[in-house]
């Protein structure tokens, strides 16, 4: 488990169980909603991956560029 702050881990790790369910339940679309915000607390101290904070968002991107045309010219 990495954490920044070593000294502050077992006082997060406290709170583990909210913040796995206010990253399940609460809003996590926009970069200020709580969701988001505890799937990086959850990031920081090692519990989930740091891809998974953005994991829908992402999946969204890749499927709406799936229909793109290619840019010609490339820039």
Do not use: C
């Amino acid at each position: 488990m990495n954490s920044h702050d070593k000294k502050m881990q077992k006082n997060i790790l406290l709170f583990k169980k909210q913040l796995e369910e206010d990253a399940s339940n609460l809003p996590h679309i926009d970069n200020e909603d709580s969701g988001l915000m505890a799937r990086g607390i959850l990031a920081n101290i090692g519990l989930i991956d740091v891809k998974d904070i953005y994991k829908e968002q992402y999946e969204q991107g890749v499927n709406l560029n799936k229909g793109r045309r290619p840019i010609t010219p490339l820039p």
